[in-house]
């Protein structure tokens, strides 16, 4: 009777490798470069993003120790990484650091990059290397930012001691 209402649903889950696996290794160790931008961001009270790059290295660890084409842990990284992404660029819009735009902007650029080469040429290492840089370019722009924000809101701070503290 319920036999002909279940719908079969192709390709929910698809236990084939992203990339072998020597080269999802790379980016696997790559993930703990992460841990440099989390120290930065306590470091310079950054407190929320310290917090999202814990759990964004969680999501990446978690993912790239074992990276199905199709998996609840994929969709799990990338909304992550598209959240945390989102709110560095909105930190960053009152700020003019070149370094940091540069970064983000190679970091941006190296992620199709890197499909380019898995899915177009099937070049895993190329694509695996790329993605590697992806995590270092964005972590170097994670980390200038932090520093960057903390040294304009002292200055800030600074100046406003400055002008509450000046007798009339």
Known sequence: ??????VKYENIYDNTLVIPSN???WIYNVCFIHINHIAFAFYYEMNICGYMGVILFGTSINYWRYPLKISIRRYIDITWVSITFSYHIYLSLYLQNLLFIITITL???????SNYFLYNHKNYK???????????????GACVLY???????????NTLLQ???KPF
Do not use: Q, R, T
Not at 107 to 113: F, G, H, I, R, W
Not at 147 to 157: C, L, Q, R
């Open 147 to 157: 520093k960057d924000s903390y040294e304009k809101y002292i200055n800030y701070n």
């Open 163 to 165: 002008i509450n503290n």
């Open 126 to 140: 190329y694509s695996a290397f790329l993605h590697c840089l992806v995590h270092v370019f964005a972590s170097i």
């Open 107 to 113: 970091a941006v650029l190296m992620y199709p990059l």
């Open 1 to 6: 009777m319920y036999d002909n209402k279940i």
């Open 23 to 25: 080269e999802y290794k």
